[in-house]
């Protein structure tokens, strides 16, 4: 809904998937762990099947768009990075507690 005559621009936080971005940016820093509720919103937020995204990097996997794909940054970050042009779409996601990327 727009205020004022202001449209909502999507992914902000008057949006239910900008505030589920939010909220997965303040949990992985707060409370990195497996969590079902969070499994649950992602689901219910992005009309999907509800897997244990949170658990499982198989099931993480399928939440990531076709010609994307997982990267390790040097630091230890992950982030999401298109395939044709190398564009990266990550915020240093679990820095300093990963290892890998998922696989």
């Known amino acids: 809904m727009a205020v004022s005559g202001h449209p909502i621009i999507p992914g902000s936080t008057n949006t ?3 505030r589920l971005r939010l909220h997965l940016i303040y949990m992985t820093f707060i409370n990195p762990n ?3 509720a969070v499994d649950t ?3 219910s937020v992005l009309n999907v099947s509800l897997l244990p995204y949170t658990s ?3 099931a993480a ?3 990531i768009p076709p010609g994307w794909r997982w990267s390790t940054r040097a630091d230890g970050g992950i982030d999401c990075v298109r395939s044709c042009d ?3 779409a990550g915020y240093g996601v679990q820095r300093d507690r990963a290892t ?3 696989s």
């Open 41 to 43: 919103r992602i689901a």
């Open 16 to 18: 239910p998937i900008g």
């Open 100 to 102: 890998a990327c998922p």
């Open 86 to 88: 190398r564009f990266s």
């Open 61 to 63: 996997r399928t939440l």
């Open 34 to 36: 497996a969590d079902t």
């Open 56 to 58: 499982e990097a198989a």
